[in-house]
């Protein structure tokens, strides 16, 4: 009750402080709308972006027939208005052009994709096999790019599956059934490697056939990659200062008062770091209802997914700040910590420009960053349309993140009121 | 009448064992229904003592019991029958008086009814019932002194512990917390004051504890103290600079026949005499004769200034 009577009355004041609202609420919107509009953007949904289908390139080192199935999947008919897909044998040249722009991205489908898929490795090993280039300069292609593939490998693996617990169990059934039935086995091992697999490879592709297609294309536009990323970067900005006050309540006074009352340093604690969780977590959901009502923005289809992910950042970065002033010498300190670390996550963590199309190294790093996670979470929701298991991967981490976190700041602060 | 408050033997010491030892071995007690001050200047370990007793800061040594629990092994009980005033404003500025008291209240366990009763009742305790929903930040010096005041005796504690409370303010709003600390008390709730201003300690104390360098160096009643200095009177120079050094002076007057003591620093020399009026053109001659004008002139008759000089050697205001 103590907790809850501190959090509420952090969140007050907050909300009353005029200044912060600018920070909290005004500026993402503003910086969202000038920046989207920037990149070509639009405000309205129903006046959709003009979109070319986007160049891609394909290196084929497969011989087998999964590798051409890939292929023929990516320059179906039924992707035609989404890539302009280009064949060439060489990965080196492939790479140049996107490097010069003549292209967006290139696919590497290496010369273990067949046997990889056949054999039924996991969906997660099949992806990391395609080998993928992305145009540096490209800010929100390569992730369409990426969704695709993503797509058709999910097709090529649930096929697998199925193919290996049909001919496992008619192998097991043989001495039964008949020499007869286990030739059988072995006939249906090489049809069903195809005939099944191209069934479920278009079960596939229908997530991205062309009627939802129309409705998906719509919804790209540069809003949907910025104004997360605008939202996530003020959000930072306001949970960093907003855990600072615990530091300002240490020099102004009352939080002296507050543990000469029989009140433990425990749930001050708490009730202070909940104060700034709450406030962002305000702040998040009234940032997505207005950018969802002024840019016409859809924050994807799994509200459960879009929930979890606020939750998860809005804790994630309340930590980060808990921590930050836990350890800083003062509440000055804290500020100069607190605003160092928001820009360099924000820069690492892909807030300006996508961390898919940071060099390798950099793209490994940028995932220290909690802002990677979080823009990676949202970006699966707004721009990819994926669900609430998609995005599970970045709530983890997160949620991981902020135990850790927050733990370590609690042991601090703890330190720091027990003189 | 049974001790509330009984301290014993109470220490503090910063980052031991090479830091800055603030309190050193405090003892004393204080009567149910009492005004205590500790009087002492900027520094003597005033405000470390009742952080101590309010459970804020862990002791190095000794203990102190209150209301009969320990502040060492049960702060959460001594909590609940303390009521603090802190020697800042530890208020929340930004939201409405009424707001803060029933954030504090709750801080203090009160709810419903029981907290709306007891913020009308505090309310109009500081005076301020009509400037209830007004925020805190919009309230002159001594009305967020009034509010301070106030959040201490939300919960009805059986013991005050008020830290220098008039600092800082003008003399209305001191004559107010006066009065204020005066009326709480003469309802039964026992006060332990801390200030450095002399003339509040003998207005308002039962008994006075007078500190210096963290340790009480006397305690008792005005009358007992005033008797350790016997009956000197007390003449405050305030002298023009010269440049000769103010040692000279202040040796020259120690020397003069019925002169007790003087000491001093810079502008301020002070002299304890048996009879002011009749030392009193015997000082004029010297400090004129050292080529020094005199700019202000004070006589008094022994009081708690008196009792700090003999026993520190200092005035109180140094």
């Keep these: 009750m103590k907790i809850w009577t501190i959090a509420w009355k952090d969140t007050l004041i907050r909300f009353r402080d005029r200044n912060a609202l600018i920070l909290m609420l005004l500026a993402p919107l503003v910086l969202s709308a000038i920046i989207g509009s920037a990149f070509g953007g639009f405000i309205s949904g129903s006046d959709p972006v003009p979109f070319d289908a986007i160049p891609v390139l394909v290196v084929n080192q497969d011989d087998g027939e999964q590798g051409a199935q890939f292929l023929e999947i990516l320059t179906s008919d039924d992707l035609a208005e989404l890539l302009t897909v280009t064949e060439m044998a060489d990965l080196a040249s492939a790479r140049e052009q996107v490097q010069l722009g003549e292209a967006r991205a290139a696919i590497l489908i290496p010369d273990t994709f067949s046997s990889s898929v056949e054999g039924g490795v996991d969906v997660e090993t099949a992806v990391s096999q395609i080998q993928f280039y992305a145009d540096p300069g490209a800010t929100l292609t390569p992730n369409i790019v990426r969704g695709v593939v993503t797509q058709i490998v999910n097709g090529f693996n649930t096929a697998a599956i199925s193919v290996d617990l049909t001919v496992n169990q008619l192998t097991e059934q043989a001495p039964i059934l008949g020499p007869e039935m286990a030739n059988l086995g072995t006939a249906l091992n090489s ?66 008062r507050l543990v000469s009352t029989p009140t433990s340093s425990l749930e001050i604690l708490l009730g202070k770091i909940g104060g700034v969780f709450l406030t962002g977590a305000l702040q998040f959901v009234v940032f997505v209802i207005a950018s969802s009502l002024l840019f016409s923005l859809s924050w994807g289809s799994s509200p459960l997914g879009l929930a979890l992910m606020v939750l998860a950042v809005v804790l994630a970065f309340t930590s980060l700040g808990a921590f930050i002033a836990a350890f800083a010498k003062d509440a000055n300190q804290a500020n100069i910590i607190g605003s160092v670390v928001t820009l360099v996550f924000a820069a690492l963590g892909g807030n300006f420009v996508p961390a898919q199309n940071f060099p390798p190294f950099l793209e490994q790093l940028s995932k220290i960053s909690i802002n990677r996670w979080a823009l990676d979470g949202f970006s699966d929701l707004t721009l990819l349309g994926l669900g609430l298991n998609d995005v599970l991967l970045e709530v983890g981490v997160l949620l991981g993140l902020s135990v850790v976190l927050i733990g370590l700041a609690l042991w601090q602060f703890q330190r720091r009121i027990a003189r | 009448m049974s001790p509330i408050v009984e301290v014993n033997e109470l220490r503090k010491q910063y980052n031991p064992p090479e830091g800055v030892t603030a309190v050193q071995g405090v003892s004393f007690a204080i009567k149910q229904g009492e005004i205590f001050s500790l009087l002492g200047p900027n520094g003597a370990g005033k405000s470390t003592t009742i952080s101590m007793l309010s459970c804020l800061l862990a002791p190095t040594g000794g203990d102190a019991t209150i209301d009969g629990h320990s502040i060492s092994q049960e702060p959460k009980q001594v909590k609940q029958v303390i009521g603090v005033v802190p020697q800042e404003i530890a208020l929340y500025g930004s939201i409405s008086a009424k707001e803060n008291l029933e954030f504090w209240g709750k801080m203090y366990g009160l709810s419903g009814e029981k907290l709306k009763e007891r913020v009308t009742a505090v309310l109009d305790i500081a005076g301020l019932t009509d400037r209830a929903n007004d925020k805190v930040d919009t309230f002159s010096g001594g009305m967020k002194r009034r509010i301070n005041i106030a959040v201490g005796l939300l919960h009805n504690p059986k013991v005050l512990f008020m830290d220098e409370p008039t600092v800082g303010i003008d003399p209305q709003s001191r004559r ?99 009879d002011a009026n009749l030392v009193l053109p015997r000082i004029l001659q010297t400090v004129t004769e050292h080529g020094r004008s005199i700019r202000r002139m004070e006589i008094q008759e022994p009081n708690l200034e008196a009792v700090f000089l003999h026993l520190t050697g200092r005035a109180l205001r140094d």
Aim: net charge negative; no cysteine.
């Design chain 1, 191 to 256: 049809e069903l490697g195809s005939t099944i697999g191209q069934n479920q490879l278009s079960l596939s592709l229908n997530d991205v056939s062309v009627g939802e297609e129309e409705e998906s294309l719509g919804d790209i536009s540069p809003f949907a990659f910025f104004a997360p990323s605008m939202g996530i970067l003020f959000l930072m900005f306001s949970m960093v200062d907003g855990t600072r006050s615990i530091l300002d309540e240490q020099k102004g006074g009352t939080l002296d």
């Design chain 2, 176 to 274: 107010r917390i006066l009065d204020t600390v005066k009326e709480l008390n003469a309802q039964g709730l026992t006060v332990l004051y801390t200030t450095h201003y002399m003339e509040e300690a003998e207005e308002l104390s039962d008994r006075i504890g007078i500190i210096d360098h963290g340790k009480l160096i006397a305690v008792g009643t005005q009358a007992e103290l005033t008797e350790l200095v016997g009956q000197f009177d007390t003449v405050q120079l305030e002298v023009g600079e010269t440049t000769e050094a103010n040692g000279t002076l202040v040796t020259d007057l120690a020397a003069l026949d019925g002169v007790h003591q003087a000491d001093g620093e810079g502008e301020h020399v002070v002299v304890q005499a048996e």
